[in-house]
């Protein structure tokens, strides 16, 4: 019986073989695209997603070309606050074309594939077993999402990624560097970073502390963070025109890492996103204001030089 300390290279499976051409596909696939820029916390409930989509028409708004790749793939929310549940998806001019929103952006969520009342659901050869395999699945997934849709020329595509720190490195390891047909690196291929983190966090002490965990991990490895965005930072009353305290925002955890920004709750927002309504009169709220400042500062951070590796 062989053990595996016995095992050289792949040990005839071709897995690395394979792993290599997914690799290319996906850089051929991304090979338009200027910026990646995942959007994480670590810390679930902190309006993660939302921030997402309000980020994405914000930088539509400046002209700008927009996707959103929904990685949540066990809690995909992209598809209804985008109003692309159920959307067909059919051939571009080579890939598969993106669904999109009122305004434009490219939008990719299994919310659009998978009824809500269903669970995404890896089968596995062994029972009970699944979880052994279960990340390895998911991440292959994303490796034929990224493969087989059409990104086309693109200023940013934005991940949605799902709530864990370690999920967050996990998506830091798996989504670069990638190799272009040409044999080059994908991120000396775009003359840029290969994928940049925006972190959310809300002004606890509690989503502080874990939104600190998720930047020290990412900080072992050559990363580039952008900064963070303090969500829900107050809400903001229509009827007298203010922002009003949300959190007892005493401090926390120093997340070592500039703020971007603060955007407050408004609940007329969040009723649009569960209806899938455009936002399209953002700018008009001091919500909306706050978004379109964290879209410059997110382009300031993007444009600015790359950090030498660690």
Not at 197 to 211: H, K, N
Request: proline share 6%.
């Amino acid at each position: 019986m062989k053990r595996y300390s016995d095992i050289v290279g792949d040990g005839g499976s071709r897995i690395l073989e394979q792993v290599a051409e997914q690799r290319a596909r996906i850089a051929d696939g991304l090979a338009g695209v200027r910026h990646l820029v995942a959007v994480g916390s670590g810390k679930g409930g902190v309006g993660k997603s939302t921030l997402t989509l309000h980020l994405a028409s914000a930088l539509r708004a400046r002209g700008l070309r927009i996707a959103i790749l929904d990685a949540d793939f066990n809690g995909p929310s992209q598809a209804r606050m985008a109003g692309v549940q159920g959307a067909v998806f059919v051939p571009g001019s080579h890939k598969v074309a993106l669904p999109r929103t009122a305004n434009g952006i490219g939008v990719f969520s299994m919310g659009s594939v998978i009824p809500e009342s269903e669970a995404l659901d890896f089968e596995s050869a062994a029972h009970g077993e699944s979880h052994t395999w279960r990340a390895t699945r998911e991440f292959a997934l994303l490796g034929e999402i990224l493969g087989s849709f059409e990104w086309g020329e693109l200023d940013l595509l934005m991940f949605d990624l799902p709530p864990g720190a370690e999920r967050t490195v996990q998506y830091a390891d798996f989504l670069g560097p990638f190799d272009d047909a040409q044999g080059r690196p994908f991120d000396v291929a775009l003359g840029g970073p290969r994928v940049s983190f925006l972190l959310v966090t809300i002004p606890s002490e509690v989503a502080r502390g874990v939104v600190a965990r998720s930047v020290a991990a990412l900080s072992k490895g050559p990363n580039r963070l952008l900064g963070y965005v303090e969500n829900m930072s107050g809400y903001y009353c229509r009827d007298c025109n203010a922002i009003k305290p949300l959190f007892d925002s005493s401090g926390g955890a120093d997340l070592a890492i500039p703020c971007l920004g603060t955007v407050p709750f408004d609940p007329e927002l969040a009723r649009r996103c569960d209806r899938g309504i455009s936002l399209a009169d953002l700018p008009e709220t001091p919500v909306g204001r706050a978004l379109d400042h964290v879209a410059q500062q997110l382009l300031n951070s993007l444009e600015s030089p790359l950090e030498p590796p660690r």
